[in-house]
């Protein structure tokens, strides 16, 4: 069951896992664990939302309650 919109919009802007890791300064491991529905941290989401270009105010887009 996904809980997150991560994988979606990842894919959305032509980033490979690998690539959206790199950028957000998180693990590859990490990030597959995340876009396989498994919670993360406040810091962590943050590094993400800012890779993809997003404000923290806008994490309800990418990560569910």
Known sequence: M????LKRLRE???L????LARMAGISLLTLDRIEKGMSCRLSTQRKILMALGLRFTQKNRVFKQ
């Open 12 to 14: 959305a802007r032509m």
């Open 16 to 19: 490979s896992k690998t690539e």
């Open 2 to 5: 996904e809980r997150n919109n």
